[in-house]
């Protein structure tokens, strides 16, 4: 009878294009995802219930607020996350996905929040997934 291949899902990715660099990973030593998010402005670095994770059919959507204000909206970066499986050795995949920036508009003033609040703008990224002891 042959033997079924083990694989693992990754734990960490890493993730780089169009002036991004990105690392996300599902879990930490304290036991919390963490994701560090890294452009022209600088790095900033999120962990728990700071990122928020959608399960969706193409993948897991991940999202962190790179930037808030209080009266004028604020800015969220989310990267999709494809399945992967990673043969039993611990040797890390290419991977190629999707960064989404997006900027929530928004206005003290009502009369200023008409029309499309949200403007999108997609970064290709690619990288690799792996598993890593934590």
């Not at 990715?13 to 660099?21: A, C, I």
């Not at 402005?41 to 959507?61: H, N, R, W, Y």
């Not at 929040?113 to 997609?122: A, D, I, L």
């Not at 990288?127 to 890593?132: K, L, R, Y």
Request: overall charge negative; aromatic content about 10%; hydrophobic content about 35%.
């Amino acid at each position: 009878m042959a033997k079924q291949a083990a694989f693992r899902t990754p734990d960490l990715y890493t993730l780089h294009g169009g002036g991004l660099h990105v690392s996300y990973s599902t879990t930490g030593i304290d036991g919390k995802p963490h994701f560090t998010y890294q452009d022209s402005q600088g790095s900033t670095s999120f962990s728990g219930d700071q990122i928020e994770v959608a399960k969706t059919p193409v993948g897991d959507l991940v999202t962190v607020f790179i930037r808030r204000t209080v009266d004028s909206g604020s800015t969220s970066f989310s990267v999709l996350i494809p399945t992967v499986n990673l043969p039993g050795t611990s040797t890390p995949v290419n991977i190629h996905t999707e960064g989404i920036t997006a900027v929530h508009r928004f206005s003290i003033i009502p009369a200023l929040n008409r029309g499309q609040t949200e403007v999108y703008s997609f970064t290709r990224l690619s990288g690799t997934a792996e598993f890593v002891e934590f």
